[in-house]
């Protein structure tokens, strides 16, 4: 008995003991914020004051009044009209639907800005003013060419001098190596060399009538791709034989040598009477006006044209750096079976530099924002088609956005690829400038 007093009175020492430690912590360690409750205490008390006080203010009378209108007040309420609420349902949508088409016009209407501006900023008002400067200091007697006499007299009386600066306009001559590269008014440079393409057709390329065989022993056909002469000949256009050919189509700068397209990095262009290809027998022109005087006489000499002969570009390049505008120039003279010449010209004008003063950073600004549309459109595209799957393409607007979407990244890769020829053609120049003999 005496055992069991004392374990029970260690038992509560040790349960007081707990509680005065838990007492302990729950007053001192946890330390509340009195000053915050005492605070919210006043708050409220005041709040609860200033409502008695002014019920308190009004009589028994007016307390009465104001519960009987609440009375009234909630015996007039009715449940909501069915027919109303459906009504402002249906207002609200139309308002979420057309604030959403208001930002897709926002949207869409700032996007075609951009692509107007990216479009335009690539032309310049003075392209025309270049292009009827070129075309007076070149056509001149082209358009009247109708023989392979007036075409060499062309050459030779207007081309070369027109393309070959010799003096300036007081009658010095020219000392320096980037004036001889100038054009005849000075303005613009030769970018590379000019070239000569010639097309020919082979020999007995028709049938000729019975009843004239007697009287005509050849005919020859207007230009076709199955009856194109590709074969490499020897000055005057002799045949030679089979070894001398496999030497002969090695060279690349004989004029009685075919070059076929992949050589020359062309491609097939379309002429008024026919579709010619992108090879043909070249004459490269050389960096002096002497050098290339001297080689066309000897192309004259040699009848590098004759009556073989279909069709002859012309082609070279200029530059001119006060409008930073480039001009290509294609000069087709097309010799027909019937006879006579049909001319054809076509200048291109266009820039590859567009990053060119301070304007530059607005351009760079607006080609950032294309692409962030673009990425934008990408995303929202990406996003519907894992949503609707293949409900996507069932809707008109949904299909005309996925083909803009399209179109907006072919440009980009266009663009980037015509940055890389650019530099690939700028790189190619570098490399080829040099001194003029």
């Not at 330390?31 to 008695?52: F, G, R, V, Y």
């Not at 050459?155 to 004036?179: I, M, R, V």
Request: glycine fraction near 2%.
């Amino acid at each position: 008995m005496q055992r069991d007093s004392i374990t029970w009175n260690s038992n509560d020492c040790r349960l007081v003991y707990v509680l005065c430690l838990v007492a302990f912590i729950a007053c001192v360690l946890k330390k509340p914020d009195l000053d915050e409750e005492s605070d919210c205490t006043n708050e409220l008390n005041q709040a609860i004051a200033t409502h008695e006080a002014q019920v308190s203010s009004k009589g028994s009378e007016a307390i009465d009044e104001i519960a009987r209108k609440r009375r009234e007040a909630s015996e007039t309420l009715e449940p909501p009209d069915t027919e109303k609420l459906e009504e402002q349902r249906l207002a609200r949508i139309k308002e979420v639907k057309m604030e959403a088409i208001l930002k897709e016009i926002a949207v869409y209407g700032f996007f075609v800005i951009i692509l107007f501006f990216l479009s335009y900023q690539q032309r310049d008002l003075q392209s025309f003013y270049y292009t009827e400067n070129m075309k007076s200091m070149f056509l001149g007697k082209f358009e009247k060419i109708s023989t392979m006499t007036d075409y060499w007299d062309w050459l030779e009386g207007t081309l070369l001098p027109t393309l070959y600066a010799a003096q300036f306009h007081n009658g010095t001559s020219l000392h320096k190596w980037w004036d001889r590269r100038c054009l005849k008014d000075f303005e613009s440079r030769r970018m590379g060399i000019a070239r000569l393409r010639q097309f020919r057709i082979k020999e007995d390329s028709c049938s000729i009538l019975g009843l004239m065989e007697p009287v005509i022993d050849h005919c020859r056909t207007d230009y076709n791709w199955f009856d194109d002469d590709t074969k490499a000949h020897l000055p005057f256009w002799k045949e030679t034989s089979e070894e001398n050919t496999t030497i002969l189509e090695e060279r690349t700068d004989d004029p009685f040598v075919y070059q076929n397209s992949y050589r020359l990095k062309n491609m097939p262009y379309l002429a008024t009477l026919q579709t010619y290809k992108g090879g043909g027998y070249v004459v490269n022109f050389e960096r002096s006006y002497r050098r290339t005087a001297r080689n066309l006489t000897r192309l004259r000499e040699q009848d590098w044209l004759d009556l073989r002969t279909r069709a002859v570009f012309l082609e070279f390049t200029v530059y001119n750096p006060n409008a930073n505008l480039f001009a290509s120039a294609i000069m087709v003279t097309e010799f027909p079976a019937t006879g006579a010449a049909v001319p054809r010209t076509e200048f291109k004008i266009f820039r590859l530099q567009s990053y060119v003063g301070g304007f530059a950073i607005v351009v760079i600004f607006f080609e950032v924002l294309y692409c962030c549309f673009t990425l934008f459109f990408f995303v929202r595209s990406v996003k519907k088609v894992r949503k609707e799957k293949c409900k996507y393409f069932k809707t008109f607007w949904d299909i005309l956005e996925f083909c803009m979407l399209c179109f907006a990244v072919a440009c980009i890769a266009m663009y980037v690829f015509k940055h890389m020829l650019t530099e690939v053609a700028f790189h190619y120049l570098k490399k080829q400038s040099q001194r003029e003999c």
